[in-house]
């Protein structure tokens, strides 16, 4: 016999400016992003949801969409609503990704899919601020949270300040450079968002054309020099990032 479906206790206050929907989705969230709720958890049904918190069935259909639509749950025909494994979540910063999701309390592996040294197109020599046809090392990267790949990451470098192929099986790209004494200082990075191709949505466990987000960023060292030009692809359904605004 399956267990019963988790329901969650919480009052909704219709006086609050908080969506009545988001009163619901958002304690949710926090009960699976803090393992409260582990994966495979089955939620209550909508209509079982609505009539219980004594809101509208719409209300209770948006709560569970906005946490399927945040990678945080499934929902199937049939099947019901079920916790998903769990979302990696990091902060915006200068950072290894490697190093960002250990410290997250995720379990990380990393397979080199390729790595290459060659000597650089005109465009690369232009991006990496090179001498034309200077030696380049282009590598490609499959990374893992907790046995699900989440992210495809390309990476293009000077070949004499590059890590081994061995060494970035082990250790996180900025974690290697800094340890051979280049400390990546500043970067500009573009964050974007497009439909996965049939090669990687199979080599991210994703359907074809499912949603990924997209990275493009330039590291520079403290006087200015490119050290590092990478453009990642992240599981929409499985990754998020994570930043703190200020006011001006």
Known sequence: MSASPFKLEVTVDRNCPTPLHMQISEPLAALILDGTLAPGTRLEDEVSMARRLEVSRPT?????????????VTRRRGAGTTVTSPHAHRPVKLSSLLTDMVDSGHTVLTHVLSYERRSATAEESEILQLRPSAAVVHMRRLRSADGEPIAIMTNLLPAHTAPSRSDLEQRGLYDLLRAS????????????????????????????????????????????QVIDYGTH????????FEATLFAS
């Open 60 to 72: 209770a259909r948006q709560a569970l969409q906005h946490l399927a639509d945040r990678g945080l």
């Open 233 to 240: 692809i992240f599981r929409a359904s499985r990754y998020s």
């Open 181 to 224: 004494g280049i400390a990546p200082a500043s970067a500009t990075q573009v964050i974007g968002a497009r439909n996965a191709t049939a090669k990687e949505a199979e080599a991210l466990g994703e359907h074809r054309r499912a949603a990924l987000l997209t990275v493009t960023r330039t590291a520079y060292d403290a006087t200015g």
